[in-house]
């Protein structure tokens, strides 16, 4: 099973919280690989908000033509940090020759464009240079975004921070929000990309959970926007539905959970707003879930939420102090990081309930 | 002795052969008298006896003349193997055999020089059905658990008009963050996900007609079940379409267009709107040919609500004045659209074909959206009258072709935007919950069945030639009949409660299909929850194959 975690804070929070949000839970999860993303940034991205950062793991070969592409369309890079590695012997850990963080400058004739235009750019770019990295497996491109950074790994994710070194604390890697997971994908291939949290336009999702209508997702995301493929993990389904219906369609995120768990037909009946659940049930009756599922999401604006599937089969809690919260698969992995909290404002969500948390850090809960 | 006349008709020429047995008769005349076919009759019969009264044998011969049962040999009032006979015989006496040799099909054609009619289904058995060869194989385990039958609540519902893309829907976002609709959206109903398929009041007799009418009313208001009946080409009774039971009812209409000046006229009286208008273009059990109800058939009544003669009522094989999809879409929709002023959802109804995908195409991608349904008919439904080669040699299987239209939506991302419906010969086995879920997860939104619920009233038709006789107006148990004595034999309170309990027992049979496989809703297009035996039907069908 999965155990999945996230933090957001007033404060930059430096990676090591993450790791220990997840390693109290290692007895729940299997080990197999550490990932996470990294939204509103500190430390040396803290000066660079608004250009892309490009985070991948890559061969020399593939860091090249990457940056061959890059250049090409005009990007010019402002900005390079490359993790130090500590390559110590017995580590468990599938490492990639190249762990690539460069923040680049939008090509010229973009600066002056408007958000919509930079945004396509940049998932264009994404996809061209994951399809140009593909072959050979020359490199894995998982983000291409302001302020965003991403990391995934195979191994011991305990290996994995101590290869990163993400254990000691620094004021040079750091975020306001990071949202974090420990396994690979093992009902399916292990690769990287399927590893949680995924990324996409400014958009963050991770789960915990099977989601049984994986096919019905996918046969209709598939068609619904070029960014919407992979799919190496039933998850993923997830953030595509989430991009969707808050980014395509424009919805309030309230929205989002009557599209994945839609009311049952019996309460939308007695509902003022029936006409409009209506609608939403019918034409986006491919994109409901079904089976267990706690889904952690984070959007553009760094808001950060949580919620379950209607059926609630899979925990989540959140817990929080005046600068922090931190939303958890166990309550253990809070008690690690904010062990001076009082526990009894901690929410456990239920089925029908969205919390969202916002930059205040104010929590909101929303029933559906 | 006579000359033999070999081309006389026997027992032998027949479908069916009587198996009498005279000492066990005692002439009490029920057989012949519930014989609808007029296929036996009383007899005398000439016999010798040879006897011996004295100490000694002392043989003589006596001949008496003995009153029997003996089969009609004509192919007019021949045997149909209904079972009536037996089923009224006190004593055993008498019932139909199966005839291997019959020579039914050429004496009959030799004989009439006229092309063999009849109702029922299609007669040429194939193999296993494709539906046996597919199992629901993924099963809920471990960290997906299975969910219970009893405890949780189900979706049970299909929707019935028209679907929107997602980004065409007009909602907007209101002052509160809530969403609100800035424009009128086409009719969508949520139904059961199975349909009583178009059965006309025509080719059923009253009492059934209003058993299934009585059926589907009691399924809504008393069980909670959103089931809809479909009227079938030729009209609905005044007092039906007058009430507020019309909202369970699916008006149909056909190329014959019976009835439908009735229900024009009944229209400023309606106190509801009908859950939905159905036009046939076709069937799938008779392709490319028009409803066909015999004079017999043209009761009184009949003769009212579809405003005709009692004559043979033939609908033409096409709607005319339909040139194209395109025409079909435009005139005819809009039409009945603008008539209930775009509060009734509005599909069609095809037979399977070959070509089934390029109309689905053509509908799915009109830019109006207005075809509110694509009810897709395969071969092995049942049909009133018709033709016996069309029944058995025209049409195609539903279930390849429905996963079909389905995968042409999924590759243009249109899936359920026109919801697919899908029959012909669902429930065949007895087992609709089984077909119908499988169907389901192959793509279809849902299912409508017709020869079931026939079937469920006490119909002793079967695919193997028994009965078929709707065509006739003899229906020996009063389904398909308007003659009086027959039409009584049916008890339609009885006919509800058979239909109401199977679909009762078909409701908790498809929540112990979804609860293995942990879902909670329809899982419409899941086709990874079902696995083949059979390599060929996993490869046309994109299934896991299993052996
Ligand atoms: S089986 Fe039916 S048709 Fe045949 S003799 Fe008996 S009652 Fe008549
Ligand atoms: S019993 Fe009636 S409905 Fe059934 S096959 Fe015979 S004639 Fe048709």
New binding site residues.
């Given amino acids: 099973m999965c155990r999945i975690g996230a933090i957001k804070s007033l404060n930059y929070v430096h990676p090591c919280q993450a790791l220990k949000l997840m390693q109290s839970q290692q007895k729940g999860h299997d080990n197999s690989g550490f990932a996470m993303v990294m939204h509103d940034l500190g430390g040396i991205f803290e000066a660079y908000k608004d250009m892309p950062t490009l985070s991948m793991a890559c061969t020399d070969e593939g860091v090249k033509i990457a940056e061959d592409i890059l250049h090409e369309a005009g990007f010019q890079r402002v900005m390079q940090w490359v993790p130090e590695t500590s390559d110590q012997p017995g580590l468990d850990i599938i490492a990639m020759p190249n762990y690539v963080f460069e923040t680049f400058d939008y090509p010229r004739q973009y600066r002056n464009a408007d958000q919509k235009a930079k945004e396509d750019l940049l998932v264009d770019m994404r996809l061209i240079l994951r399809k140009a990295l593909e072959k050979d497996e020359l490199g894995f491109v998982y983000s291409f975004w302001p302020d965003v950074i991403t990391l995934k790994e195979i191994g011991d994710p305990r290996d994995i921070g101590t290869y990163f070194n993400l254990w000691e604390p620094d004021k040079n890697f750091t975020a306001r929000v990071i949202t974090a997971q420990c396994r690979q994908n093992t009902n399916y291939d292990i690769v990287r990309y399927a590893a949680h949290p995924f990324f996409l336009q400014g958009y963050t999702a991770l789960a915990n959970g099977e989601n049984t209508f994986y096919l019905k997702n996918v046969e209709f995301q598939r068609k619904l926007h070029r960014g919407y493929i992979g799919f190496e993990s039933d998850s993923q389904c997830f953030l595509y539905s989430l991009h969707y219906v808050h980014h395509e369609l424009g919805w309030p995120l309230s929205y989002f959970k009557h599209v994945i768990t839609p009311l049952p037909f019996e309460d939308i009946e007695h509902r003022e707003d029936k006409e409009q659940l209506l609608a939403i049930r019918q034409s986006l009756a491919h994109l409901e879930i079904n089976g267990p599922n706690t889904i952690i999401g984070v959007l553009p604006d760094n808001t950060m939420f949580t919620c379950c599937d209607a059926k609630k089969l899979r925990p989540v809690v959140v817990g929080r102090t005046e600068d922090t919260v931190v939303i958890s698969s166990e309550v253990c992995g809070i008690n690690e990081i904010l062990p001076d909290r009082d526990w009894e404002t901690d929410i456990y969500p239920h089925e029908r309930e969205v919390v969202a948390i916002d930059n205040n850090l104010e929590v909101q809960r929303w029933r559906q | 002795m006579e000359t033999m006349r070999v081309q006389n008709v026997t027992p032998n020429d027949l479908p069916w052969k009587i198996k009498y047995d005279a000492s066990r008769c005692t002439l009490c005349g029920s057989c012949v008298a519930a014989c609808s076919f007029r296929a036996i009759e009383a007899k005398v019969e000439r016999r010798r006896m040879v006897f011996s009264e004295g100490d000694f044998p002392e043989p003589k011969q006596r001949f008496s003349a003995v009153p029997v049962i003996r089969q009609v040999k004509n192919i007019k009032n021949y045997c ?1 193997g ?1 079972g009536i006979c037996e089923k009224v015989c006190p004593n055993d006496a008498i019932g139909p055999e199966r005839n291997p040799d019959t020579r039914h099909p050429i004496i009959t054609r030799c004989l009439g020089g006229d092309s063999i009619k009849r ?2 289904r299609k007669n040429l058995e194939s193999a296993t059905r494709t539906l046996d060869k597919i199992r629901v194989g993924r099963i809920s385990q471990m960290t997906d658990p299975s969910l219970d039958a009893q405890r949780h609540t189900f979706d049970l519902l299909a929707p019935f008009g028209r679907i929107m893309p997602p980004k065409k829907l007009p909602l907007g976002v209101g002052p509160e963050g809530l969403l609100q609709t800035e424009a009128n959206m086409p009719p969508v109903r949520w139904i059961y996900p199975v349909i009583i398929g178009d059965m006309s009041i025509g080719a059923l007799s009253w009492r059934m007609w209003e058993a299934v009418a009585m059926a589907t009313a009691y399924l809504n208001e008393e069980c909670g079940l959103p089931v809809r009946m479909c009227s079938g080409e030729g009209g609905v009774p005044v007092r039906l379409l007058k009430s507020r039971y019309l909202k369970y009812m699916i008006l149909q209409i056909a190329s014959g267009h019976f009835g439908w000046n009735r229900i024009i006229k009944a229209m400023p009286h309606m106190v509801e709107d009908p859950a939905g208008i159905l036009i046939k273009i076709g069937q799938g059990a008779k392709p490319g040919d028009g409803g066909l109800l015999m004079a017999q058939k043209v009761a009184e009544h009949i003769q009212a609500i579809r405003g005709v003669p009692k004559a043979d009522l033939l609908s033409p094989p096409n709607h005319q004045g339909l040139y194209s999809i395109e025409e079909s879409v435009q005139k005819m929709f809009l039409s009945f659209n603008a008539a209930f002023k775009f509060r009734v959802p509005v599909a069609i109804k095809v037979a399977a074909s070959a070509t089934s995908v390029s109309v689905f195409n053509n509908l799915v991608r009109d830019p109006y959206n207005i075809v509110g349904g694509f009810f897709l008919d395969g071969i092995d439904g049942g049909t009133g009258a018709a033709h016996e080669v069309s029944l058995d040699h025209t049409g195609h299987p539903i279930v390849s072709k429905l996963r079909d239209c389905y995968l042409a939506a999924v590759a243009q991302g249109r899936q359920g935007q026109i919801p697919l419906w899908a029959a012909g010969g669902l429930g065949k086995t007895g087992d609709l919950a089984a077909d119908a879920f499988k169907m389901i997860a192959l793509g279809a939104n849902g299912v409508f069945t017709g020869k079931l619920i ?1 079937q469920m009233a ?4 079967n695919d193997q030639g ?5 065509n ?1 107006g ?8 308007q003659e009086g004595p027959l039409v009584h034999r049916l008890d339609p309170e009885k006919v509800a409660q058979n239909i109401v309990n199977y679909f009762l027992a078909m409701d908790t049979e498809f929540k112990k299909l979804m609860a293995p496989i942990g879902n909670s809703s329809l899982p419409v297009g899941r086709s990874d929850a079902l696995v083949s035996t059979d390599q060929s039907v996993a490869d046309k069908l994109q299934l896991q194959y299993v052996c």
């Fill in positions: 149909r209904c109702g029922g026939l006490g119909c002793v038709g028994r009965c078929n006789a709707c006739t003899l229906c020996p148990v009063g389904i398909t009949t």
